[in-house]
């Protein structure tokens, strides 16, 4: 299986109940690697930027109040498989139907407030990780 990397976003719910460590425990105990790591408070045109894929759906104002209200902790993660590995762990959308030991069924409220983000794909991570991270700041692939 081939070495990836995913880029994760912890959202303001968890930040706000200081499940950071938690969760990046629950990530680090999964295989992940941490290559990358920030706390940023998102202006609305960095939400807006990020989320941009989803601007023509009903619940964008939402999600981009949502994901500006306080500070997010941003992630770069790395192991084989990490894309789906880090779906797997983050659990499903709605944290009501997200599996056991996951982390939106530990943390996230509901389907708006569902504690952590994770790119849907290869390219995806690809694009996601270099929207917030210069490659100076990644460290260099094994
Ligand atoms: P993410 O992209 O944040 O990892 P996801 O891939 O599981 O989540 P998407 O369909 O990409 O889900 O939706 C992006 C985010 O938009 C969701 O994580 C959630 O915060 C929010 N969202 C999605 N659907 C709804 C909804 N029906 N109502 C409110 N917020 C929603
Ligand atoms: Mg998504």
Redesign the pocket.
């Known amino acids: 299986m081939a070495v990836e990397r995913t880029l994760s ?1 912890i ?1 303001p719910d968890a930040v706000e109940k200081k499940k950071v460590g938690a969760i990046l425990a629950m990530l680090e105990d999964a295989g992940f690697s941490i290559l990358a790591l920030r706390r940023q408070h998102l202006s609305r045109e960095v939400a807006e930027g990020f ?1 941009a ?2 601007k023509e ?4 104002r ?2 981009v109040t ?2 500006t209200r306080s500070p997010v902790v941003i992630a770069v993660l790395e192991r084989d498989d990490a894309v789906k590995q880090y ?1 797997g762990v ?1 659990g ?3 944290p009501a139907e997200a599996a056991a030991n996951t982390i ?1 069924k530990a943390f996230g409220a ?5 504690a ?5 794909s290869v390219e995806n991570a690809r694009i996601e990780i270099a929207y917030f991270f210069p490659a100076s700041e990644v460290a260099p692939s094994a």
């Open positions: 976003i959202k989320y894929v989803h759906r009903g619940f964008f939402e999600l949502f994901m779906r983050m499903a959308t709605d939106r509901n389907k708006g407030e569902n952590v983000h994770g790119s849907d």
